[in-house]
Structure formats: C-alpha cells, structure tokens
Nanobody, 128 residues
Framework: VQLQASGGGLVQPGGSLRVSCAAS????????MGWFRQAPGKEREFVAA????????YYAESQKGRFTISRDNAKNTVYLQMNKLKPEDTAVYSC??????????????????????WGQGTQVTVSS
C-alpha cells in the first residue's frame, strides 16, 4: 500500500488543522492506521491509532481531548483533526499502516516497527 499525507501548514497557537492520508491498495481496510510525528532532533513519536472499521481509537496521553483520528474506508483515507494546537505540536506528521497489528489495544500500536507501510509526512508548524 502507498500512503500520501497532506494538509499540513502553518497555524497559530490555539488554532486547528486537519491532516489527511490517502492510501492506495487493498491493505488499507485491513490495517490498523496510525499517525506519528517527528520534531527536529527528536525521535518519532506516536500520536494516535484507529481500528480497521474505525470503531476504536487510541491516543498518546498528550493528545487526548485535542486530537481526533478518523477514517473513511470508502475513500481509503485516514484523518487527524488537531485542535488547540501548541507550539510543541510542531513536527512532520506521518501516517502508517499496520496490517499485522491485532487491535488498537495492542502494545505494539505505539511502536513504529509494528507498522509496515509509511507515508512521506506533512509538515505542521504552530507559531504566531
């Protein structure tokens, strides 16, 4: 599967932004989908994950209540709605597909190596 992220940009602190990730191939609907981010000089960090049908989600603690992950299997697209953005949210946001991950409650859902396919990322900058 190929993944293409889009929707990044510059936003002021407290603002909102939605990034999208379009997938090609049959693996999308059979994969746990995740969002990760990486800031300059820092390791890749888990943001959120969503189950195959979209009924279950899992978030990193720092994103709970601010970010919402969703998916549309008819469009082969996963979304990340980000609200109340902070300067520390500045990073390159990448989506990933994990067909081997069993559920979003799995320990591996937060681990990058659990995912088999990655998009190229989209830059999100939060600054005034």
């Amino acid at each position: 599967v190929q993944l293409q992220a889009s929707g990044g940009g510059l936003v002021q602190p407290g603002g909102s932004l939605r990034v999208s990730c379009a997938a090609s191939g049959r693996t999308f609907s059979t994969s746990i989908m995740g969002w990760f981010r990486q800031a300059p000089g820092k390791e890749r960090e888990f943001v959120a994950a969503i189950s195959r049908r979209g009924g279950s989600t899992y978030y990193a603690e720092s994103q709970k209540g601010r970010f919402t992950i969703s998916r549309d299997n008819a469009k082969n697209t996963v979304y990340l709605q980000m609200n109340k953005l902070k300067p520390e949210d500045t990073a390159v946001y990448s989506c990933a597909a994990g067909p081997r991950i069993s559920t979003v409650q799995s320990m591996g859902v937060m681990v990058p190596r659990s995912y088999d396919y990655w998009g190229q990322g989209t830059q999100v900058t939060v600054s005034s």
